[in-house]
């Protein structure tokens, strides 16, 4: 066991809808993670195991509606600054 990890970190997940065009890029990288409803896409949670996936999919997303925020940190991982 590692003592110095601490607690697992968790993401804050969020998609402004009224910024996503509905590429369906974030819902074809993580679609456990993402779900197309009507015009936008959202986070099936807002809480969030860090994942690849999820990370690739903020990034991957052309217009940055999707927001990775570090919890306890605050650091935003996504969109790149
Ligand atoms: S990748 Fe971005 S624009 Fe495309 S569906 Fe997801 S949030 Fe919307």
Redesign the pocket.
């Given at each position: 066991v590692n003592q110095d990890a601490g607690p697992p970190q968790r993401w804050r997940l969020a998609?402004?809808p009224d910024?996503?065009?509905?590429?369906?890029?974030?819902?074809?990288?993580a679609p456990d993670a993402?779900e197309?409803v009507g015009r936008?896409?959202r986070p099936l949670r807002s809480d969030v195991q860090p994942q690849d996936a999820i990370l690739d999919?903020?990034l991957?997303?052309?217009?940055?509606?999707?927001s990775v925020v570090e919890m306890g940190t605050g650091a935003v991982l996504a969109p790149e600054p």
């Open positions: 998609v402004d910024v996503c065009i509905s590429s369906g890029v974030c819902t074809g990288c993402f197309l936008a896409s999919a903020a991957a997303c052309p217009v940055e509606a999707i």
